[in-house]
């Protein structure tokens, strides 16, 4: 195993993990800062119409398709009407009928949209429309139309363009004139438009939408035109001609079709509404992820089970604390009791807060070493002595507990998640140590050992470090990429530039 | 900070990781860690291979063996008690001799049988094994120190250390224990470290904790200058330690006894980093020598005149790290 070894292992780590992090940060949007949120839109569709006195349907179409937004949640909303959807040509529809109903009606369709820049339009490629089937004179309108429409053009995109602004000079143009004097046309130039287009076999459709805009309130649809180029669909204003899709336009629906229709009724009076709000971004990433089959968040920590996840935001902190110990240890030279002793400390400091947690810390070691002292005059055998030791600190606990709930010191209470195992061997090894080596070594290491999990303390309590490892717990991998290359320092320690003084030949004697 | 450094790395001052990682992990297999952490082991392996140690007086393996103590020490008025998996001198029990029915340690102290007994039930248990595993406690003979470094020591019994690199000393101290050390050897428990010219044998200034000293501070006498006697059998004998523990790294400790000469009194397969304080001399250019010039297979005698050629004090040479 030499140094290519270690430092190719650690370049592969590094790489997966940072690759897996910016795949989950960048791709699928997992919030990097805790408390990130997303912005969402709620959409929705009121329905109202008189019944008549058999039985009604109403259909309302639904988004589906819509290239840079993706559904997050919806909900349909009514009263004693049953609600289904269904997919049709034109995308989807959902259908609220009952067999008798009386009095004014209104039903809703609710969803929650959020931007995901991953999905187009995914449909496959449409066949070409089949030609319009017109009169003789309109057929040689037609075809002199897009004869000299093409002329004037380049390509698909240019053809529509120059298309669309002859359509909307409307009767001045010689060729327009003649549909739009006939009433069997339709007089909305995007649907005049594809009924070109379909006699220039180009697959184009309309499509209708909203503006999702910032200020909440009803808005009103409006369309645009999509037009595929062979490769692609391409999005045209039918009245501004501008090309592409604007950033903020939900395509609700697509076809001539209006979007509701009401059989068994009347009056039918349909509004849309739109308001902006914000969500956990993490609840989104959640949901992209799915949609997009990854499997990212079947296996992250968001698939566990609330408590567990508790669990898991912190345990997943205890190998950085514990990276702090190689840190401290390897390149410092602090001594401590027991190698991960201050890790344990440090995860129960999480709960009394620093200053608590030392007061609390020292009282109950000092106590239990004054303990294991005379314990030690009453010559107990080894685990019998132990298993004393652990019972006194854990009625230690409690009388610190109960005492300071009668004083009223809230703090006091979280003496109860100090680790008492651990307690009771670092009393016994310190007492050991004590009595061995001297009270100086005893205090120096327990001091160095709460300096440690003070220090640990503190970086274990990063919030955004907590919250970068449960989101991507990947990055953990870097703390082994760190352990591979520590354990590979042979450099001095810090303490030792001053244990080793006296080598130095400038170094004078006492 | 940094040119401190330097200037260590310059001195060829090898430092904890550097040890643990180029030298104790690289030459000293795990498979052989227990001939050393058990010194019962190691004892008997040494008296194979003809390796002098403290005689041994019995062994008391269970709670229920404690009561054979007063047999096995009624010849031996002056004996010791050594947990066989302990380190650094924790558990150790001088007995210098008794008054009436009870026992006198080296410091002075009186203990009654029972109290002696706790203290071994309390080292079977495994109080100062690592990991606090099961242990024995081994009885031993007392070693009767030469008055060679009475005016040195303050009770208790020097012991030579000798780190050996793949058979070669490379490095020697001796351990010279103070009123603070409570008599025990250890350098960590306030012991003095005196280094050795390893070509002679004879002693340079001396270290305690971090700081370089030139008098003894229970004695006060000049710790400089003082012969160590039978030199050549000491190296002899720490040489022939990589032999007998397949380490290449160890540290052998030695002790001069009045009635048997030279004894090892154990070996160390993770020897402390102090003795370069009390030469002033870096490890790591003499391990560099080494590993440059000598022959890892020669003679244990080949060994040590290599190394009284090469060890000169000071020794000089620059350092690559
Ligand atoms: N047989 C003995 N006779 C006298 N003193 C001893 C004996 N064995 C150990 N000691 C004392 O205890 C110290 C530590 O003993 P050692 O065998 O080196 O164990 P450790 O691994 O704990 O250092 C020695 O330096 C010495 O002072
Ligand atoms: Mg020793």
Same mark, same amino acid.
């Given at each position: 195993?030499?140094?290519?070894?270690?430092?190719?292992?650690?370049?592969?780590?590094?790489?997966?993990?940072?690759?897996?992090?910016?795949?989950?940060?960048?791709?699928?949007?997992?919030?990097?800062?805790?408390?990130?949120?997303?912005?969402?839109?709620?959409?929705?569709?009121?329905?109202?119409?008189?019944?008549?006195?058999?039985?009604?349907?109403?259909?309302?179409?639904?988004?589906?398709?819509?290239?840079?937004?993706?559904?997050?949640?919806?909900?349909?909303?009514?009263?004693?009407?049953?609600?289904?959807?269904?997919?049709?040509?034109?995308?989807?529809?959902?259908?609220?009928?009952?067999?008798?109903?009386?009095?004014? #009606?209104?039903?809703?369709?609710?969803?929650?949209?959020?931007?995901?820049?991953?999905?187009?339009?995914?449909?496959?490629?449409?066949?070409?429309?089949?030609?319009?089937?017109?009169?003789?004179?309109?057929?040689?309108?037609?075809?002199?139309?897009?004869?000299?429409?093409?002329?004037?053009?380049?390509?698909?995109?240019?053809?529509?363009?120059?298309?669309?602004?002859?359509?909307? #000079?409307?009767? #001045?143009?010689?060729?327009?004139?003649?549909?739009?004097?006939?009433?069997?046309?339709?007089?909305?130039?995007? #649907?005049?438009?594809?009924?070109?287009?379909?006699?220039?076999?180009?697959?184009?459709?309309?499509?209708?939408?909203?503006?999702?805009?910032?200020?909440?309130?009803?808005?009103?649809?409006?369309?645009?035109?999509?037009?595929?180029?062979?490769?692609?669909?391409?999005?045209?204003?039918?009245?501004?001609?501008?090309?592409?899709?604007?950033?903020?336009?939900?395509?609700?629906?697509?076809?001539?079709?209006?979007?509701?229709?009401?059989?068994?009724?009347?009056?039918?009076?349909?509004?849309?509404?739109?308001?902006?709000?914000?969500?956990?971004?993490?609840?989104?990433?959640?949901?992209?992820?799915?949609?997009?089959?990854?499997?990212?968040?079947?296996?992250?920590?968001?698939?566990?089970?609330?408590?567990?996840?508790?669990?898991?935001?912190?345990?997943?902190m205890v190998p950085i604390g514990a990276l702090m110990i190689v840190l401290l240890r390897n390149f410092v030279g602090v001594k401590t009791f027991g190698t991960f002793m201050p890790v344990l400390i440090a995860l129960a400091f999480r709960?009394?807060?620093l200053?608590?947690g030392i007061?609390?810390f020292?009282?109950?070691v000092?106590?239990?070493?004054?303990?294991?002292?005379?314990?030690?005059?009453?010559?107990?055998?080894?685990?019998?002595?132990?298993?004393?030791?652990?019972?006194?600190?854990?009625?230690?606990?409690?009388?610190?507990?109960?005492?300071?709930?009668?004083?009223?010191?809230?703090?006091?209470?979280?003496?109860?998640?100090?680790p008492?195992?651990i307690?009771?061997?670092t009393?016994?090894r310190m007492?050991?140590v004590?009595?061995?080596?001297?009270?100086?070594e005893a205090i120096q290491e327990g001091v160095g050992s709460v300096l440690v999990a003070a220090i640990a303390y503190v970086v274990m309590g990063i919030?955004?470090l907590?919250?970068?490892?449960?989101?991507?717990?990947?990055?953990l991998?870097l703390v082994v990429v760190a352990t591979l290359l520590a354990g590979r320092y042979t450099g001095y320690r810090l303490l030792e530039l001053r244990r080793f003084?006296?080598?130095?030949?400038?170094?004078?004697?006492? | 900070m940094f040119?401190r450094a330097?200037?260590?790395?310059?001195?060829?001052?090898?430092g904890l990781n550097k040890r643990n990682r180029?030298?104790?992990?690289?030459?000293?297999?795990?498979?052989?860690?227990?001939?050393?952490?058990?010194?019962?082991?190691?004892?008997?392996?040494?008296?194979?291979?003809?390796?002098?140690?403290?005689?041994?007086?019995?062994?008391?393996?269970?709670?229920?063996?404690?009561?054979?103590?007063?047999?096995?020490?009624?010849?031996?008025?002056?004996?010791?008690?050594?947990?066989?998996?302990?380190?650094?001198?924790?558990?150790?029990?001088?007995?210098?001799?008794?008054?009436?029915?009870?026992?006198?340690?080296?410091?002075?102290?009186?203990?009654?049988?029972?109290?002696?007994?706790?203290?071994?039930?309390?080292?079977?248990?495994?109080?100062?094994?690592?990991?606090?595993?099961?242990?024995?406690?081994?009885?031993?003979?007392?070693?009767?120190?030469?008055?060679?470094?009475?005016?040195?020591?303050?009770?208790?019994?020097?012991?030579?250390?000798?780190?050996?690199?793949?058979?070669?000393?490379?490095?020697?101290?001796?351990?010279?224990?103070?009123?603070?050390?409570?008599?025990?050897?250890?350098?960590?428990?306030?012991?003095?470290?005196?280094?050795?010219?390893?070509?002679?044998?004879?002693?340079?200034?001396?270290?305690?904790?971090t700081?370089?000293?030139?008098?003894?501070?229970?004695?006060?006498?000049?710790?400089?200058?003082?012969?160590?006697?039978?030199?050549?059998?000491?190296?002899?004998?720490?040489?022939?330690?990589?032999?007998?523990?397949?380490?290449?790294?160890?540290?052998?400790?030695?002790?001069?006894?009045?009635?048997?000469?030279?004894?090892?009194?154990?070996?160390?397969?993770?020897?402390?980093l102090?003795?370069?304080?009390?030469?002033?001399?870096?490890?790591?250019?003499?391990?560099?020598?080494?590993?440059?010039?000598?022959?890892?297979?020669?003679?244990?005698?080949?060994?040590?005149?290599?190394?009284?050629?090469?060890?000169?004090?000071?020794?000089?040479?620059?350092?690559?790290?």
């Amino acid at each position: 195993m030499n140094n290519k070894h270690i430092y190719i292992l650690a370049a592969l780590l590094t790489a997966f993990s940072i690759g897996l992090f910016v795949y989950k940060a960048k791709v699928l949007g997992f919030p990097v800062r805790p408390q990130q949120q997303t912005t969402i839109w709620n959409i929705e569709a009121a329905l109202r119409f008189h019944p008549g006195p058999a039985a009604v349907k109403a259909t309302l179409r639904i988004p589906s398709l819509t290239p840079g937004y993706s559904i997050f949640d919806e909900n349909f909303i009514s009263r004693g009407f049953g609600v289904t959807t269904s997919s049709a040509p034109a995308g989807r529809e959902a259908q609220w009928s009952v067999r008798q109903a009386s009095g004014p #009606q209104t039903m809703y369709y609710r969803a929650i949209v959020y931007r995901d820049d991953t999905r187009l339009a995914q449909d496959t490629t449409p066949p070409f429309p089949s030609p319009p089937e017109l009169d003789e004179a309109s057929q040689v309108a037609l075809e002199a139309l897009i004869a000299e429409v093409r002329r004037q053009s380049a390509d698909v995109a240019s053809f529509t363009v120059q298309l669309l602004r002859r359509i909307n #000079q409307g009767d #001045q143009d010689p060729y327009v004139r003649v549909f739009l004097r006939r009433s069997d046309m339709p007089t909305d130039s995007a #649907q005049l438009a594809t009924l070109f287009l379909a006699g220039a076999q180009i697959p184009a459709r309309v499509a209708h939408g909203i503006f999702l805009r910032s200020a909440p309130g009803p808005v009103q649809p409006e369309s645009i035109l999509e037009v595929h180029d062979g490769v692609q669909w391409l999005y045209f204003n039918p009245r501004t001609l501008q090309q592409g899709l604007p950033p903020n336009f939900l395509i609700w629906w697509r076809g001539d079709e209006p979007i509701a229709e009401v059989e068994g009724g009347f009056d039918l009076e349909v509004t849309l509404g739109v308001q902006e709000s914000l969500l956990p971004a993490m609840a989104v990433a959640e949901r992209r992820a799915e949609a997009s089959g990854s499997h990212a968040v079947d296996f992250s920590l968001f698939a566990l089970p609330i408590a567990t996840q508790a669990v898991y935001r912190v345990l997943l902190m205890v190998p950085i604390g514990a990276l702090m110990i190689v840190l401290l240890r390897n390149f410092v030279g602090v001594k401590t009791f027991g190698t991960f002793m201050p890790v344990l400390i440090a995860l129960a400091f999480r709960e009394t807060r620093l200053v608590w947690g030392i007061v609390l810390f020292a009282v109950i070691v000092s106590l239990g070493l004054l303990i294991r002292f005379y314990l030690e005059k009453l010559r107990l055998l080894l685990v019998p002595r132990l298993t004393c030791v652990l019972t006194v600190v854990v009625l230690l606990m409690v009388a610190i507990s109960i005492l300071s709930e009668k004083l009223g010191l809230q703090p006091g209470l979280s003496i109860a998640l100090f680790p008492m195992v651990i307690l009771a061997m670092t009393i016994e090894r310190m007492s050991i140590v004590w009595e061995e080596r001297g009270a100086s070594e005893a205090i120096q290491e327990g001091v160095g050992s709460v300096l440690v999990a003070a220090i640990a303390y503190v970086v274990m309590g990063i919030a955004w470090l907590e919250h970068l490892v449960f989101v991507f717990p990947e990055l953990l991998l870097l703390v082994v990429v760190a352990t591979l290359l520590a354990g590979r320092y042979t450099g001095y320690r810090l303490l030792e530039l001053r244990r080793f003084k006296g080598v130095l030949p400038e170094y004078t004697p006492q | 900070m940094f040119g401190r450094a330097r200037r260590l790395a310059a001195e060829g001052v090898l430092g904890l990781n550097k040890r643990n990682r180029d030298y104790i992990l690289r030459f000293n297999p795990r498979s052989r860690y227990p001939l050393v952490d058990d010194k019962l082991l190691s004892k008997q392996l040494a008296i194979q291979a003809g390796i002098a140690v403290p005689p041994l007086y019995g062994v008391i393996r269970t709670q229920h063996d404690i009561r054979l103590l007063p047999d096995m020490v009624r010849d031996h008025p002056q004996f010791v008690l050594k947990p066989a998996h302990g380190s650094a001198g924790d558990g150790i029990v001088v007995i210098a001799g008794r008054s009436g029915a009870r026992y006198r340690t080296i410091s002075g102290v009186l203990l009654d049988f029972e109290q002696l007994s706790h203290h071994i039930s309390n080292a079977i248990n495994g109080q100062f094994s690592l990991g606090g595993v099961q242990d024995v406690v081994i009885v031993e003979y007392m070693v009767q120190f030469l008055p060679v470094f009475e005016s040195l020591s303050y009770q208790g019994v020097p012991d030579v250390r000798i780190i050996v690199f793949r058979g070669y000393p490379v490095m020697a101290m001796v351990r010279l224990p103070t009123r603070a050390s409570g008599g025990k050897a250890n350098l960590h428990q306030g012991a003095v470290g005196a280094g050795i010219d390893l070509a002679t044998g004879v002693t340079l200034d001396g270290v305690l904790g971090t700081e370089v000293i030139t008098h003894h501070p229970d004695t006060m006498n000049p710790i400089a200058g003082v012969q160590v006697p039978q030199w050549d059998t000491i190296l002899e004998i720490a040489a022939r330690c990589y032999e007998l523990s397949g380490l290449g790294y160890i540290g052998v400790d030695i002790v001069l006894d009045r009635q048997y000469g030279p004894l090892v009194l154990e070996l160390n397969a993770r020897p402390g980093l102090a003795i370069q304080v009390a030469n002033r001399q870096g490890l790591l250019r003499r391990l560099q020598i080494c590993e440059e010039r000598a022959d890892f297979n020669a003679h244990y005698k080949e060994r040590v005149a290599f190394s009284k050629r090469e060890f000169k004090h000071p020794v000089k040479g620059c350092c690559q790290s």
